[in-house]
Nanobody, 125 residues
Framework: QVQLVESGGGSVQTGGSLRLSCAASGRTVGLYVLGWFRQSPGKEREFVGAARWSDGSIFLSESMKDLISVSRDALRYMLFLEMNSLNREDTARYYC??????????????????WGRGTQVTVSS
């Protein structure tokens, strides 16, 4: 089993920035991809970004790629999400997720086996 714990969420004003962290523990050896998803009330969970652990390749949501960055600490099995110029539409619960192997599209929820409980981000004016 893999445990994922997110941190760094909170309340921020419009235009502000946040850095979220995800710490993976347990059977982390062999993890293939760690990613970030978010879900706003009444909306489906959507892909934000991900990192392939073997080579550090980064995948970002097309709609958010200009305002976010995803990075990792490979040795510590930590994943980070930096978000800039936040607006109210970024208010959501942000989840960390992980998978071991897949041929599925990693920008969708389907292939992810492990999920954290999420961290809430609230953007207000």
């Amino acid at each position: 089993q893999v445990q994922l714990v997110e941190s760094g969420g909170g309340s921020v004003q419009t235009g502000g920035s946040l850095r979220l962290s995800c710490a993976a523990s347990g059977r982390t050896v062999g993890l293939y991809v760690l990613g970030w998803f978010r879900q706003s009330p009444g909306k489906e969970r959507e892909f934000v970004g991900a990192a392939r652990w073997s080579d550090g390749s980064i995948f970002l949501s097309e709609s958010m790629k200009d305002l976010i960055s995803v990075s990792r600490d490979a040795l510590r099995y930590m994943l980070f999400l930096e978000m800039n110029s936040l607006n109210r539409e970024d208010t959501a619960r942000y989840y960390c997720a992980a998978l071991r192997c897949t041929r599925e599209d990693i920008t969708t929820e389907k292939p992810y086996t492990y999920w954290g409980r999420g961290t809430q981000v609230t953007v207000s004016s």
